[in-house]
RNA sequence: GCCCGGGUGGCGGAACAGGCAGACGCACAGGACUUAAAAUCCUGCGGUUACUAAAAUAACCGUACCAGUUCGAUUCUGGUCCCGGGCACCA
């Protein structure tokens, strides 16, 4: 017999069979439970890599096991295929972008197809293709309809290198997430998507997700960035008007001895428009604007300020404090406009120290301690307040409320609340995406395209010319249309939206994919929906993940869908790494799938995958593990090949007095069987299961051994094979539908019902007990499992050993662990 | 700076509720098979020391470091160091 298994020739012949039985087919059916299991959609780039191999071998091993457990799976799979890298290769090569991705998207289906995925390929979709982005276009209508989409002019994040604008989560510290340029800043007119009025919810609804790491938790709330304090309105010396301030310090309110307004606040110019200061004012102004635009560090900044000749006056003590501007103030959040208090504040601190602006104290860490005259640094922690008037005394805490109330009752503020999210910049100056479904017309200003004339068609042959913007925006027989209320000529919006609005919805999509009515129906999405375990990577934790929890809020107040999260559980995978760095061609440690494919097929490719490391953690590549992994599965492929007899006899032999070996083999079984069902269902621990399986097969071939040449027990053997194969079958799901098949069966092996264990064969009767003196071990003993514990402190203290050690001394005390150890306690 | 992870043999990793540290795999070493090699199978494999011809055995040390709680700590608590990730003046 050959010692290596035919895979090429095995993989082949499965693919094939199931491809035919359309094995991975679901249908909606009320009477099984369902379980939705889904692998982040890939950007057609043309090539598979490790990672996206590594994601579908998770997602593939989570949903063949939930089959194999009498669960109605759905394991969709399609295509994130609007983006930029598209129109590169059109300008580079010459092709459409819409051929490009079509190609792509041919090539990696078939790559995924050779890794044996159990996807149902009738969902598969594409975002780029008109029957999707019709309904993408159809959900931007229903955000416009319902307040959620307008048309703004701000000052926004731009890409130089991808000529187009990006939003906030998009920036990664001070440069375009995915070309890693760095942004500037750009006043634009632009649309976006009011993800603010949804901040409360997505921050609260953060506690519901039981099934999310923690970490990525912590970073959606820490982008969303919830703080509470108050609004404090101050009036102006010699004015009519007000500045309002934002602060979560209102306890601190007599530490106030400066004010200042960001850059761009309207009253800046005000103060100083036809005086002395005009000029230089404007000119920092300008320069700071400038500034923030280029820098990425808000270290290298500084804290630079100019003072206004302006004076604000303290509601709380009628003090007058001066007015600055100053570039470390942000228009975007709170009200623009910051109460400067050094004493207490570190940003604070640095500015008066730089401008010789005098710092009071308002807080003291004890009640009663001597105030100092000088300060190294802010003081920001807890304490009680001094020279704050009636509020002297009260703790921070107290005062926080008692100086909220007083505000409330005078009228002079109240209690706020501030996020750093800010709306969802949603329009791009590309192609490359699905056009906006919006009309501009002389007479009737902004009109939506009506809803029954999607899709709003991207034209395919497109002209690239360099160096221009958008290239939507030169192509007339686009542009020129006519206005769908009055008929008269109007020009369409040229940009296209974001690709992650496309990749916020497509789960939905899946459970109806082929739905000419609406985006879905709403049986399906009720049947499949929310996903009950998402995978993918990290990276998209504020991204992807924000926004598809966004859009699933909206539908649910659209009354389109009945779940108000979309991803029950995620998992969120690590990368891999060869050779101590992410694989990349710059770096030339990149391995490819195709490669492994070629040398061991895709069984042994998953196998490593999933055995390699846990699945959180990132993965270092390995050849040599790979080949364990391969030498692995021939062991396998060897030991059912070596007992074949056991399939072909009709009469099994069960000797009725079976011996220690039989017994201890079956324990091993249904404890593997149990260990392998609890990693997989509760712990996401594919490579314990893996190694616990490995163990089962080294117990196999030990027990053989053992018994050679004696009588053995074949029925044993066989329900041990049997199980074995079942066990190992999410994992390495060629190798075992070809054992399945070669002892006998005619059915799938993806068919067959997971192993139950057999609570009978993991009671032992011996158990090994582990005998410390003063918790240190010295001797093992095997007992009956139910001696009494008498007996067993008898037996452990009557041990040469043990005497030996505990001879002359006091005996304090022994602890009694059932079934694992005694422990002697001496003095 | 703030917020999260993580640190265990030569390597990837295991130890699931405080109870045998190092499962499983890789690498390495020795042996079997072979004319030979590959493949396969078997055995060993954290460190130090003692004893010994060798084996066996035993003691001590050991989960980044320092303390603590406990009969017992990789696991819990406090502090320190290092590595990785997120945020970027958010008042």
Redesign the pocket.
């Given at each position: 017999m050959d010692?290596?298994y035919d895979f090429a020739r095995i993989e082949q012949k499965w693919k094939k069979y199931w491809e035919e039985e359309d094995l991975y087919k679901v249908h909606i059916d009320p009477g099984r439970p369902k379980y939705y299991v889904l692998e982040m959609f890939p950007y057609p780039s043309g090539e598979l890599h490790m990672g996206h191999i590594r994601n579908y071998s998770i997602g593939d091993v989570v949903a063949r096991f939930h089959t194999m457990k009498g669960y109605n799976v759905l394991h969709p799979m399609g295509w994130d295929a609007f983006g930029m890298p598209a129109e590169n290769a059109a300008i580079e090569r010459g092709i459409y972008p819409a051929q490009w991705t079509a190609s792509n998207i041919a090539s990696m289906h078939r790559q995924q197809q050779e890794f044996g995925l159990s996807y149902d390929w009738d969902r598969e979709v594409a975002t780029c293709h008109p029957d999707y982005y019709r309904w993408t276009q159809w959900l931007f209508l229903l955000f416009y309809q319902r307040g959620l989409a307008y048309k703004h002019k701000a000052e926004v994040n731009w890409c130089p290198s991808c000529q187009t604008v990006l939003a906030?989560?998009q920036?990664?510290?001070?440069n375009c997430w995915r070309c890693d340029s760095q942004v500037v800043k750009k006043e634009l007119e632009q649309w976006f998507f009011r993800i603010t009025d949804y901040a409360e919810r997505l921050l609260k609804d953060l506690d519901t997700l039981e099934g999310w790491p923690?970490?990525v938790k912590?970073?959606q709330a820490?982008?969303i960035?919830r703080?509470e304090?108050a609004e404090i309105i101050f009036p102006i010396k010699g004015r009519d008007d007000t500045i309002k301030?934002?602060?979560?310090?209102q306890d601190t309110i007599y530490g106030a001895t400066y004010m200042v307004l960001?850059p761009e606040h309207p009253l800046v110019m005000d103060f100083v428009r036809g005086t002395k200061r005009e000029e230089p004012v404007q000119r920092f102004v300008q320069e700071a604007i400038r500034r923030r635009g280029e820098t990425?560090?808000?270290?290298e900044?500084?804290?630079?300020g100019i003072f206004l000749g302006a004076y604000a006056i303290n509601p709380f003590n009628g003090e007058e404090i001066p007015i600055w501007v100053a570039?470390?103030?942000?228009?975007?959040?709170?009200?623009?406009?910051?109460?400067g208090?050094p004493a207490h504040?570190?940003?604070?601190f640095?500015f008066t120290d730089l401008h010789g602006i005098p710092k009071r104290i308002v807080i003291m860490p004890e009640k009663g301690a001597p105030i100092p005259e000088e300060m190294s640094e802010a003081y920001a922690a807890d304490g009680y307040l001094v020279n704050s008037g009636p509020f002297d005394g009260l703790a921070v805490k107290e005062a926080q409320e008692a100086i909220a109330d007083y505000l409330e009752e005078k009228g002079i503020g109240r209690r706020a609340v501030?996020y750093?999210l800010r709306d969802w910049l949603v329009s791009r100056q590309r192609y490359w995406g699905a056009p906006i479904p919006i009309v501009y017309c002389d007479h009737c200003g902004v009109v939506p395209v009506p809803m029954d004339e999607l899709p709003v068609m991207l034209p395919e042959k497109v002209v690239f010319k360099p160096g221009t913007i958008s290239s939507l925006a030169h192509m007339e027989d686009f542009v020129h249309t006519t206005c769908p209320q009055c008929g008269g000529p109007a020009r369409r919006e040229t940009d296209t939206m974001d690709t992650f609005i496309c990749s916020s919805w497509y789960y939905f999509r899946y459970a109806d994919a082929r739905n000419e009515e609406a985006p879905f129906g709403k049986e399906a999405v009720d049947y499949w929906l929310p996903v009950d375990q998402y995978i993918g990577g990290?990276?998209h934790?504020?991204l992807h993940l924000l926004y598809s929890r966004f859009f699933t809020k909206v539908l649910y107040d659209a009354g389109l869908v009945k779940c108000q999260e979309p991803f029950t559980r995620l998992l969120t995978q690590g990368m891999v790494i060869k050779d101590g760095h992410k694989m990349s061609k710059s770096k030339g440690n990149v391995v490819t799938p195709e490669e492994i494919i070629g040398k061991y097929g895709a069984d042994t490719a998953r196998l490593f995958t999933l055995?390699?490391?846990?699945p959180e953690?990132?993965?270092?590549w390995?050849d040599?593990?790979v080949?364990?992994?391969w030498?692995?599965l021939?062991?396998v492929w060897?030991l059912v090949h070596n007992n074949l007899d056991v399939f072909q006899e009709k009469e099994l032999n069960a000797p009725a007095t079976t011996g220690f070996a039989d017994k201890n083999l079956r324990y091993k079984l249904h404890d593997t069987i149990k260990?392998v069902t609890?990693?997989v269902e509760?712990?996401f621990?594919f490579?314990?299961a893996?190694?616990?399986i490995?163990?089962l097969v080294?117990e196999i071939?030990?027990y053989r051994?053992q018994l050679a040449g004696k009588e053995l027990n074949t029925a044993l053997l066989r329900e041990s094979l049997e199980k074995t194969i079942l066990l190992l079958a999410p994992f390495a799901p060629y190798l075992t539908e070809e054992l399945w098949h070669t002892i006998g069966y005619g059915d799938s092996v993806h068919r067959q019902r997971w192993p139950d264990y057999d609570e009978e064969a993991l009671i032992q009767e011996e158990v090994?007990i582990?005998v410390?003196v003063?918790?240190?071990?010295?001797e093992?003993i095997r007992v009956p499992v139910n001696l009494p514990q008498e007996e067993l402190e008898e037996r452990a203290l009557g041990l040469e050993?043990i005497q030996g050690l505990t001879a002359g001394k006091e005996i304090?005390?022994i602890?009694n662990?059932p079934g694992?150890?005694i422990?002697i306690?001496v003095k």
């Open positions: 010692q290596h906030n989560e920036v990664v510290s001070g923690e970490s912590i970073m820490n982008w960035g703080s304090g301030v934002f602060t979560t310090r960001a990425v560090d808000p270290e900044l500084g804290k630079e570039d470390y103030v942000l228009m975007e959040y709170g009200t623009g406009a910051v109460m208090v504040d570190d940003r604070d640095e501030s750093k990290i990276e934790a504020v055995f390699a490391s846990p953690r990132d993965l270092d390995s040599q593990g080949e364990g992994a030498r692995f021939n062991r060897r260990r609890e990693d509760k712990r621990g490579n314990t893996i190694s616990t490995m163990e080294n071939y030990r051994d090994q582990v410390q003063n918790g240190r071990l010295r093992r050993r304090v005390k602890i662990v694992r150890l422990n306690v």
